[in-house]
């Protein structure tokens, strides 16, 4: 009975200890995210006016109307769309075909270049910076949305080309063989069996593939000059830094408005990531 009784209530403290951590853990979490959300429709314009409860007495969309009046905010929007897209579709295309071709064809220095593709992903993106600048000053991609756009494709190969190989590889062979019996060609195959098939991981490469040119920072700031040509990470990070530092609250509202497509993408692409993650510990 008493060791029952002392199961019973070290049972209870596990349990009082793990909603405690959980709730300190969600508190440092939403915290931050509660308080953007606050300065966005805040009637402050510095961090000054806002104390410790983030949620404004008054709450005004002033700040949204700042950005997009005083700023070139629609066009930082446009451009990192524009990038964020391109990068998608040309990541998808081509690490898909250079997945299937490695998976499914016998050449030469096959394992060589497979081999090269782990060698380049393992460097670091920094290091690369310096011949990356030159390049695309020869090229003339400086300042441009494709010069950008090129860096963060040719960033993406190596690693995705092994990801969705290794997925391709999973899909039985069988599959391809009564196809060709059929008559279907190899391209007939890519697309009509491989790539449905690979939707999950395809969907996965998107997201993963947009997330990249709408997050990042160093990488626009070394190929991006003008304002004009400026993504979101840049443009907003003009508002609190130097002069500009007291636009904190136009900072918050900008970055709220970032997180729309990441909310749709994961929405619409959510059971294919189940997929994906569900898959990861299944071996079949």
């Given amino acids: 009975m008493m060791n029952e009784r002392h199961h019973r209530t070290m049972n209870t403290l596990n349990a009082v200890v793990v909603y405690v951590v959980l709730i300190l853990t969600s508190i440092l979490i939403l915290y931050p995210l509660v308080y953007v959300i606050g300065s966005a429709f805040s009637t402050s314009s510095s961090l000054q006016g806002i104390g410790i409860n983030p949620l404004p007495e008054n709450p005004t969309m002033a700040q949204f109307k700042r950005l997009f009046n005083e700023t070139n905010y629609l066009i930082w929007y446009k451009n990192t769309l524009q990038i964020a897209t391109m990068v998608c579709l040309a990541t998808v295309i081509v690490t898909s075909t250079a997945a299937y071709v490695f998976s499914r064809f016998r050449f030469a220095m096959r394992k060589q270049l497979m081999i090269s593709f782990l060698v380049f992903q393992i460097f670091p993106s920094f290091i690369g910076m310096v011949a990356i600048y030159v390049l695309l000053l020869r090229l003339g991609g400086l300042d441009t949305k494709w010069g950008l756009a090129l860096v963060y494709i040719a960033a993406n190969i190596p690693y995705n080309t092994w990801l969705v190989k290794g997925y391709i590889d999973n899909v ?113």
């Fill in 172 to 284: 039985p062979k069988s599959f391809d063989e009564a196809a060709r019996i059929d008559g279907a060609s190899h391209f007939q195959v890519y697309t009509k069996i491989i790539l449905p098939i690979s939707r999950p991981i395809i969907t996965f490469l998107l997201i993963t593939s947009f997330l990249g040119p709408w997050m990042d920072f160093i990488i626009p700031k070394m190929v991006l000059r003008s304002d004009k040509q400026f993504t979101l990470a840049l443009g907003l990070f003009q508002l609190i830094d130097g002069k500009a530092a007291n636009n904190y609250t136009v900072f918050a509202a900008g970055a709220i408005l970032i997180a729309v497509p990441f909310v749709i993408m994961f929405l619409l692409g959510q059971k294919s990531l189940m997929a994906v993650l569900g898959s990861a510990g299944v071996k079949e």
